[in-house]
């Protein structure tokens, strides 16, 4: 299947700085773009997503960027606060989702 | 509130036993999904079903099978279970087009 790549495992930065987490992937077939979001004890739940024909999206302080060219996408949060500690995961579509691995954010205040 | 909702937080079972994790969503969605989830792999996809009595297999179908009889309920079964599917398991489901709700997961043990 399709392979999606997610670094780091796990990233830890002080409140209020800026945390970046990035996806590669291989199938230039890829069209959408999704970011989800893990609570300890909860499903992953949908934060922000992307398609192909936009470079660039923010949502507050969550913002994806794309490049289609290099396969890549990120996720940017900025100003991070304690209850952005979680687990990430980005996707890509190929009839279903795709998950990266997983990064662990831990905000230490 | 949209929810999906998984029969059991918890599950403990012996090796070999039959096993049937149960899931049902309340929004009208055509697709259903089965992911597991372990540490380090992120979601792997196991079954999914575009529609009722329909089903196609995902990355890692081995050792389980799915079956959907009405819209909102989708149901994973694991025929003998054995200690590698020890792991937690997600149910998700969506509409054409729109982005997955999932359910808070059944953590299951076999012993």
């Known amino acids: 299947g399709e392979n999606v790549e997610q670094h780091p495992s796990t990233l830890s930065v002080q409140e209020g700085d800026s945390a970046v987490i990035k996806c590669t992937y291989s199938?230039?077939?890829?069209?959408?773009f999704p970011w989800y979001k893990q609570e300890l004890g909860k499903g992953p739940q949908l934060i922000i997503d992307?398609?192909?024909?936009?470079g660039e999206k923010k949502d507050q302080r969550i913002a994806v960027t794309l490049n289609k060219t290099a396969k890549h996408f990120s996720l940017h949060i900025t100003e991070t606060q304690p209850e952005d500690s979680a687990v990430y995961f980005c996707?890509?579509?190929?009839?279903?989702?795709?998950f990266g691995q997983g990064t662990r954010l831990t905000i230490n205040p | 509130d949209v929810k999906v909702t998984q029969s059991s937080r918890y599950l403990v079972k012996r090796t070999g036993e039959k096993v049937f994790l149960e899931c049902v969503q309340d929004?009208?969605?055509?697709?259903m999904f089965w992911y597991r989830q372990d540490p380090g792999l992120g979601l792997r996809l196991i079954y999914f079903?575009?529609?009722?009595?329909?089903?196609e297999k995902g990355d890692i179908p081995e050792g389980y099978s799915v079956s959907r009889e009405k819209k909102e309920r989708f149901s994973l079964i694991l025929e003998s279970a054995s200690t590698n599917q020890t792991s937690m398991y997600l149910c998700a489901s969506s509409s054409r087009g729109g982005g997955y709700t999932f359910g808070s997961g059944t953590r299951l043990t076999v012993v």
């Open positions: 199938d230039s077939a890829s069209n959408y």
């Open positions: 929004m009208d969605h055509e697709n």
């Open positions: 996707a890509i579509i190929q009839g279903a989702l795709v």
């Open positions: 079903s575009y529609d009722v009595k329909m089903k």
């Open positions: 992307i398609r192909s024909n936009v």
